[in-house]
């Protein structure tokens, strides 16, 4: 009821009015595109392209996530992007498929969404983003031009050029442009057709104007459209993507400082924030960062300087900073409980961020592990993300409602920031619980309304309330 409720706030809040906005513009010249890779990107492309007039065809080669896609399940949480799918399938705008080929011997235009995940040693793994080079270069019927959305390292496109071209034995022309995504899981829906920036690579003026063509309704909205060099792209989403890193891992060892002087972080992210050069976002302190994009990139972008042989030494502090960071908030809750063995902790959240059911790289897992390793008896909750934790965990002891995630639990710990979390009744929560510890690692709760119910409240890089 209370997931339903936020998911209600958020679509009336944020996605609909922008949705509204857009649908009432109308494309000069609607194209049929292909998408290879319906994940978090590729079906948020898709559908979005769909809304905003164009005839969209997703591909994938999971079977079961095109079959659901068919049935008109959404793989995926993202807001707003379930109507989005259903609106444009019901106008024939939208269409699924697993037969990559065919998707591609009709289309003009294609864009390759696949996953470039972290290798053992670290690296982009580029093989889906070659895979489906080739099955384009061995399909090009007719001249295509193909936009690249997957996250990939320096020099990268100039290779999927070289492979395309490589299959391509009838030697039809095709261009290739990098058009990076910049979408926030939680709110790509929002993002995609409300951007900060687009950002456009290629390597001459017809393929720059033809991506402006196909995403115009989006720029009318006001965003700006960048258009550079292939590599100056790829450096833009490397470089973007590292620095937003840097600015979690300053803020979080500033937190530390805060701690151990009596300063409050919070405070002090406001101060730093209202000056425009520095600017308020990203300067959260918490468990660290996780997800699908942040570690990984991090790790990536650092390879791929190391064979130009450049040290991106701040990235690097930044990477081993974040690469502790759990240990360090955790070392510092056991030390406030005595010990975690054989303790009762209550974790909330489970997704990466809120309004996701994204769990990879999740700092929540990461709290989880170290909790488990310390013999605690782990029980948590995540309003949306438990089917996907439970995928890398199978072990996990979940909570079938909130609430029932404190009975008799010893301590607390918010490791999500989920809207939802910040409603609790802490008096409620004091009859059901044992212990008398919140341990919140994204500042969401209000101090005061916790301690007054009995607890004692500690956030990150604030004084601790005790009861
Ligand atoms: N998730 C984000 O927030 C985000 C934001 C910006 C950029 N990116 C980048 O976009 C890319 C995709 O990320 P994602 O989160 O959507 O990944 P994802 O894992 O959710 O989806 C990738 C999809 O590609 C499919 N796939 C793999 N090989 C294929 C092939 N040869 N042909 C067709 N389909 C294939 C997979 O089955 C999967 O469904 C990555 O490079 C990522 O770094 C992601």
Sequence with gaps: MQSQLLRLTVLLTFILPNLQNLSAKEL??????????????????????????????CCDVDSRKISSLERGEIPIYEEGLEDLVHNNTIKNRLFFTTSLKNAVLESDIIFITVGTPE??????????????????????????????????????????????????????????????????EGTSVSDFMHPDRVVIGVENTETSQLFTEIVQPILDDGAKILTTSIASAEMIKYASNSFLAVKISFINEI????????????????GMGLDKRIGQSFLKPGPGYGGSCFPKDTLAFLKSADKNSIHLSIIDAAVQSNNTRCEKILTRMEKTLGTFQGKKIAVLGLAFKENTDDVRESPSLKIIDYLVQKKAYVKSYDPIATQN?????????????????????????????????????????KQICRGSFVFDTRNILCPMEVKNAGFSYMGIGKKPLME
Excluded at 255 to 270: N, P, Q, R, S, T
């Design 28 to 57: 000069e010249n609607p194209r049929a595109i292909t998408v290879i890779g319906t994940g978090y990107v590729g079906l948020v492309l898709g559908s979005c392209l769909a809304e905003i007039g164009h005839q969209v065809t």
């Design 119 to 184: 290798t053992l040693s670290g690296e982009a793994n580029l093989d889906y983003v070659f895979s489906a080079a080739q099955l384009i270069g061995e399909n090009l019927n007719r001249t295509k031009t193909v936009f690249v959305k997957s996250t990939v390292p320096m020099g990268t496109i100039i290779k999927i050029k070289e492979v395309i071209q490589a299959h391509n034995s009838a030697n039809v022309p095709f261009s290739i442009g990098y058009a990076p995504e910049f979408l926030r």
């Design 389 to 429: 934790a439970l995928k890398f965990y199978p072990e996990l002891n979940i909570a079938r409602t909130l609430y029932e995630a404190f009975e008799d639990c010893d301590a607390i710990i918010v490791a999500t920031p989920w809207n939802l979390f910040t409603q609790i009744d802490w008096q409620i929560v």
């Design 255 to 270: 937190a530390d400082f805060c701690e151990k002087i009596g300063a409050d972080v919070e405070e002090v992210a406001l």
